[in-house]
């Protein structure tokens, strides 16, 4: 039964008040269809009415309604509270005048209430309408918290429903005894869907809303696919095949990260099944999705080279501390591995979670050509050396000033060529270059007008204070405006072709991590302010 009948048949047999049983059966009838308490709606009935009988008989008066759960009989009362001298007759009334309404007043007391009985009255057009609404209110209330209830367990599964209408390229489907929605964004692009279909999607929130859908689904996630594995490959869902990471370009290509925890398995085997039967009904759901499936190893390096398949991989330079893989790979297997708008390497990379930088050889030869000339030119500058020791410095893995301020006699000796002396003298050149130094970027930071709150955010080093100073970025709040990719640089496809976009921070080895970090402490603040 829908609000529209149920409003109307209760008004009309209220007021011809006649076969009050009526009014329980309909209020038993919509809680069973609404799957909600029926003494709700019948408290609901009962506020409403109260609503009704205050236009009646007037806003002043504090009414109450009772409607007998067994016979249907209604009672219309004022509430009145007992009081010596009464000065407002709507709300007081005397201990004498209290006796009058009902002899079992008699043991009420000064400040207790009482109930005088109201004529009944029929409803009039008004009087409908603001029980009706009242009803309505409160019983659609009850239904979302229903729902609420139902379907806040649901987070991270599957459901599965009809589709019942599409509005402004959002699906609202029908679960069954509600409905969820598909928001535009959530969908798999150039997808029709149409009304009737039957869809599956996965459940990404359960939220409290006022008005509108409180469930909210997605087919576009990646934890769509991984749930679509676990219920297509048995392994998985028992516990023998792990699923380590995922990552989709929905309705283009998905990557896939699987571990075999029974080692006498084949994870990847296991997830294609026979003759690609399993990843093919997955393809299917997912509306031709091309999926990789990588597996799964303690190495970066191989997990690397096999989720940037059908690329061949030569080397992989990793830093497991700032999350970041140097790829290099020969000219031919450059385009395969970047894939088509650089979708390649950017599923991988959020598969993995670490920042990958793909190069050929002869690039990679190149950047380390540059590094070690930059490294030599900062010591035979700065320290005053010969070229021949500034090289042999960096040959032996000291990258900066730092590394040989940092570093004691003891460890410089062990270069062949270095004496003692000569240790020591590198070291005392080393800390009066970042004494003058530090006081150098100090006076610097203070020209460029850097604010306070930027100067003080901690993980900010002087020196990436004067380079964000140099980019105008002079307070939290610009900082806290910036992408983590514009501190730490990248790579980006422009017309087709892969270019370097230089990062604010680059030359400081800050990880895309330690970027997201920054920046969101920043936000915290700035935000919170």
Request: a negative charge.
């Amino acid at each position: 039964m829908g609000f529209g009948p149920f409003f109307f048949r209760t008004v009309k047999m209220l007021n011809r008040r006649a076969d009050k049983l009526e009014l329980i059966r309909i209020a038993e009838a919509v809680a069973l269809e609404k799957s909600i308490d029926k003494e709700l709606i019948i408290g609901s009935m009962e506020n409403g009415i109260a609503k009704a009988a205050k236009s009646k008989f007037g806003s002043e008066n504090d009414i109450k309604v009772e409607i007998d759960r067994e016979s249907g009989e209604i009672g219309i009362f004022r509430k009145l509270v007992i009081v010596e001298n009464p000065d407002n007759s709507n709300l007081q009334i005397t201990l004498a005048d209290a006796v009058k309404l009902n002899e079992n007043n008699q043991d009420k007391q000064i400040g207790d209430e009482v109930l005088q009985p109201l004529p009944s009255f029929d409803f009039g057009r008004i009087a409908a309408q603001t029980a009706k609404q009242v009803i309505s209110f409160n019983v659609r209330e009850a239904e979302r918290e229903r729902q609420y209830n139902d379907f806040k367990d649901k987070i991270d599964t599957i459901l599965s429903g009809i589709v019942k209408r599409l509005e402004f390229g959002n699906v609202i489907v029908d679960l069954g005894r509600t409905e969820a929605i598909i928001q535009k964004n959530e969908m798999i692009p150039r997808e029709n869907i149409k009304a009737g279909d039957r869809v599956k999607a996965y459940c990404l929130d359960v939220r409290r809303e006022p008005r509108g859908q409180q469930i909210f689904l997605s087919r576009a996630h990646p934890k769509f696919m991984e749930k679509l594995f676990i219920q297509e490959v048995p392994e998985i869902y028992d516990g023998l095949i792990e699923i380590k990471s995922s990552s989709r370009d929905p309705g283009s290509r998905a990557k896939i990260c699987v571990k075999a925890i029974d080692t006498s398995l084949d994870p990847v085997g296991a997830c294609v099944g026979m003759r690609g039967s399993r990843v093919q009904a997955v393809v299917n759901e997912l509306q031709g999705e091309k999926i990789d499936i990588v597996n799964w190893s303690e190495d970066p390096a191989v997990i690397v080279a096999n989720a940037l398949s059908p690329a061949e991989v030569q080397r992989v330079n990793v830093d497991e501390e700032g999350r970041k893989l140097d790829v290099i790979l020969t000219e031919e297997n450059l385009s395969k591995a970047i894939g088509r708008r650089g979708q390649n390497v950017r599923l991988a990379t959020k598969l993995m979670n670490y920042e990958i930088n793909i190069m050929t050889d002869q690039e990679d030869s190149e950047r380390r050509q540059v590094e070690f000339k930059e490294k030599t030119d900062n010591f035979v500058k700065n320290l005053e050396l010969d070229e021949t020791l500034g090289q042999l410095l960096v040959a032996e893995g000291f990258s900066s000033i730092d590394d040989i301020k940092d570093s004691n006699p003891e460890s410089l000796i062990k270069i062949e060529g270095i004496e003692e002396e000569t240790a020591k003298e590198l070291i005392e050149r080393a800390k009066e270059f970042h004494q003058k130094d530090q006081e150098e970027i100090a006076n610097r930071i203070k020209d460029l007008g850097l604010e306070n709150d930027l100067i003080n955010h901690k993980g900010l080093t002087p020196g990436m204070l004067v380079t964000l100073g140099e980019q105008k970025i002079l307070t939290l709040n610009d900082f806290a405006d910036l992408a983590s990719d514009e501190l730490t640089g990248g790579y980006d496809v422009v017309k087709g072709e892969r270019v370097r976009i230089k990062g604010y921070l680059e030359d400081f080895a800050l990880s895309k991590k330690e970027a997201d970090d920054l920046i969101m402490s920043a936000r915290d603040i700035v935000y919170q302010d």
